[in-house]
């Protein structure tokens, strides 16, 4: 039976990038899971690549005809942004290993629907001096900065990742990505080898 590993963090923690070398570098054997998002497709993304976009009205075909594993719904300056994992067929366990991108209140949801011993954080940590330098860093790149909704973001994260949550949802180990990144990814990856037995 295999199990969902599913990174955690942060905006701006590096998960994207963590993720993306993950299944790059092939250390591990996993496969990825995409979530499903009703927000604006940023400069440089892709559908089905870091999500799949998708319209409200989609949205609202899954949740009519049951197919949402988990759901979040985030009030932003631009109206709500609807982040959802979708029962598609992307996860089959006795397929073998998942990765997944995600957050706390997703992580408890996930273990809900495919059991505690199946669901494994892989949560990343970074200062809040490094959060803010990648996240100017990135809307800097934007056609249309969006900083009011960076600060949002940012505020909404340190309490959405406080101390006290991650421990309440059973999440005592983290992954600093603060120096530097390669020894991060090959932390990640041992973590994984150890806990998958390959």
């Known amino acids: 039976m295999g199990k969902i590993f599913e990174i955690m963090g942060r905006s701006s923690c590096g998960k994207d990038t963590i993720y993306k070398s993950l299944l790059e570098r092939g250390k591990v054997d996993l496969k990825k899971v995409i979530i499903y998002t009703t927000r604006p497709m940023r400069e440089k993304e892709q559908d089905g690549v870091q999500y799949f976009f998708c319209s409200i009205e989609r949205y609202e075909k899954f949740r009519e005809n ?14 709500p942004w609807h ?27 996930m273990r809900e629907y495919f059991g505690k011993e199946n669901v494994v954080p892989l949560m990343i940590s970074a200062t809040d001096g490094s959060i803010m330098q990648r996240a100017m860093h990135r809307e800097l790149k934007q056609e249309e900065p969006k900083y009011d909704e960076m600060c949002r973001r940012f505020l909404a994260d340190k309490s959405d990742y406080a101390d006290e949550k991650l421990k309440e949802a059973g999440i005592m180990r983290t992954f600093n990505n603060d120096g530097d990144l390669i020894d991060c990814i090959e932390e990640i990856e041992s973590f994984i080898i150890q806990e998958t037995g390959n």
């Open 66 to 79: 049951r197919k949402i594993i988990e759901e979040r719904t985030y009030e932003t300056m631009y109206g």
């Open 83 to 109: 982040y959802f994992t979708v029962d598609d067929g992307q996860i089959d366990l006795s397929k073998g290993n998942y990765l997944i991108i995600g957050t706390v209140e997703m992580f408890k949801s």
